[in-house]
Structure formats: C-alpha cells, structure tokens
C-alpha cells in the first residue's frame, strides 16, 4: 500500500502516523487545507506540520493555497450551516489528495481529520470512499479516535502549535460567540 494522508495539522498527525506505522504503513504527508482562516492560521499550521515531518522524517507533499475566498464561495452555494459546509470543506480536501495520488503513483488516501471527535466520521467515510472510487484508488478509513488526547498531549510536549478551533472562518467565530453548540470551546479544552 502506498498511502497519501491528508493532513490537518501537527497534533492531529501524530498518533495517526503512529497507529499507521505499527501497521507497517509508512504514509506520506499531505497538506492542503483551503478553509483555514485566517493566513496567520493556516501559516502557523502549517510549519507546525513542516517540524513534525521534520522531526519524524517523514515525506510531506504541500499544495501551498491559502484559499479563503474559494472556500467561501463554495460554501456560499449551499449554506455556512455547520454540517453542510463540513461537506463542502470535506470534500475540497478529499478531492485534491485524491487527485494527487492518483497523478503521483499512490493507491491509497485518508486523513488526519479521522482522529477528531468533533469531525462527522460517517460523512469523511462516505465522501472519501466516493472520490476515492472515483479516481480508482482506496480510501483507508480508520477509527484514530481514541487516540486523540494522546496525540493533543504528545504536541503539546513536542510543543507544536496548538489550534482552538476546526479552521474555518464559521468554526472561528463558533469559538468567540456565546450563542453557538459549545463544541468549540469544548476542542480548546
């Protein structure tokens, strides 16, 4: 298996490569995350990403494209609702690592997003199984859920940057207003 995962982050990666490389899976990076706002952000995600690689030796593949207004005006189409821009936003990552792969030589894709508790499994399965098809390549689903407070303390030890909020520009102001689920404040814990 030649796998390509998309990454989130630093602390989202860890355990994720580390259940994978007990597998005997040694995958590479890939880093492609539009939706995150703002560009300090996504920069500071970023290079943390860059030093975990780094300090793992591990290869990683960056499509550098902050690209905030695309994001927006894709998720404009259907609504900023949280739930149905998650679609939107699961799918501009998916469909961009599966893309890669498939141009690179790779004929397995998944991604770091598997390891939150706050991200919809079911809906990241089904969108990668369908563009994984799509592209004649296999999207390994894995359940790192378990493993997300170990992977938090592990970047908090590695002192990686650490985020306090999914990325987007809806999930930021989520963090700040009094009047939303609470889920936010509840990934900053």
């Given at each position: 298996m030649k796998l390509l995962l998309h990454a989130c982050c630093a602390p989202c990666s860890i355990q994720c490569v580390g259940s994978l490389t007990t597998k005997k899976i040694l995958p590479t990076l890939f880093w492609?995350?539009?939706n995150i706002h703002p560009y300090t952000e996504y920069r500071s995600r970023l290079d943390a990403l860059r030093q975990f690689s780094k300090d793992r030796d591990l290869p990683l593949t960056i499509e550098d494209e902050y690209g905030l207004q695309p994001f927006l005006k894709a998720v404009s189409i259907v609504d900023a609702e949280e739930g149905k821009r998650c679609i939107i936003c699961y799918r501009l990552r998916l469909e961009k690592t599966a893309l890669f792969a498939k141009e690179n030589g790779y004929d397995t894709i998944s991604?770091?997003?598997?390891?939150?508790?706050?991200?919809?499994?079911?809906?990241?399965?089904?969108?990668?199984?369908?563009?994984?098809?799509?592209?004649?390549?296999?999207?390994?689903?894995?359940?790192?859920?378990p493993l997300f407070r170990k992977g938090q303390n592990k970047a908090r030890e590695a002192a990686y940057y650490m985020q306090k909020y999914c990325g987007c520009i809806?999930?930021?102001?989520?963090?700040?207003?009094?009047?939303?689920?609470?889920?936010?404040r509840q990934e900053s814990a």
């Open positions: 492609y995350n539009p991604t770091t997003l598997l390891i939150s508790p706050y991200q919809n499994h079911e809906l990241i399965k089904t969108i990668g199984e369908e563009i994984a098809a799509v592209h004649g390549i296999v999207f390994l689903y894995r359940d790192f859920r809806f999930s930021e102001e989520e963090r700040y207003c009094d009047h939303c689920c609470g889920r936010c």
